[in-house]
């Protein structure tokens, strides 16, 4: 094996696992799952069928992730978060292939106790607040907190909080990235 599990762990058949990835306590890794390099699994992680994980994915404990669920690279996903799959769900009725498909694109972190609302994608370095519910997509370097959650601003690759002037341009206090604002979006300047 190329990645480490540990031996409470349950890796179903047919999964791809990449290489440097670890998997830990009474996680569950389900059948057909891509799970890329460098990863971390955390204590009790349920990663469902046909997941999608890119490379260097944060997985914190107490996290489920369902069928649907597609994590591009970099992403984080704070301790319990939860993804739904289903927006109707009924106990006495099956819903299997009726799955929503939620994306978190590349850098988006979650925080702890959120939930996000299948069929809601979360945009690239967006950083979702601690006990959030997400209920619409979200944008690519939005803030967003609260139940449901709403946008208070705008986030840097690098993890903090942006404020733009008087032009529409912010730099990131720590890593001195440049940002721009346009149309209601946020653009990362590279020079």
């Known amino acids: 094996m190329s990645y480490f599990s540990h031996e409470t762990a349950i ?13 830990w306590h009474f996680s569950h890794v389900m059948s057909d799952c ?11 992680v349920v990663v469902s069928p046909e997941v999608i994980l890119g490379k260097n994915v944060k997985i914190q404990n107490n996290v ?5 669920v ?15 799959n289903v927006t109707n769900p009924r106990s006495a009725v099956n ?14 972190s979650i925080g702890a106790n959120a939930t996000i609302v299948c069929g809601h994608d979360i945009g690239e370095f967006a ?6 519910v997400v209920t619409k997509t979200v944008l690519a370097y939005a803030l967003v907190v609260g139940n449901p ?7 840097s690759e690098y993890g903090h909080r942006l404020e733009f002037d008087d ?17 209601n979006s946020v653009e990362k300047i590279t020079e």
């Not at 890593?175 to 604002?181: A, D, T």
């Open 127 to 132: 950083f979702i607040g601690a006990g959030a």
């Open 95 to 108: 819903r299997r292939g009726e799955y929503s498909k939620t994306i978190v694109k590349k850098g988006a």
């Open 167 to 183: 032009t529409g341009i912010a730099i990131c206090e720590e890593s001195k990235e440049k940002y721009k604002f346009v149309n």
């Open 34 to 44: 891509i799970i890329g390099e460098n990863c971390n699994i955390g204590q009790n």
């Open 149 to 155: 959650a709403k946008q208070i601003g705008w986030m």
């Open 11 to 23: 890796i179903d058949e047919g999964c791809n696992i990449g290489e440097g990835t670890k998997i």
């Open 70 to 84: 597609i994590c591009e690279d970099d992403v984080f996903l704070g301790p319990s978060m939860v993804f739904t």
């Open 64 to 68: 489920s992730i369902y069928s649907g």
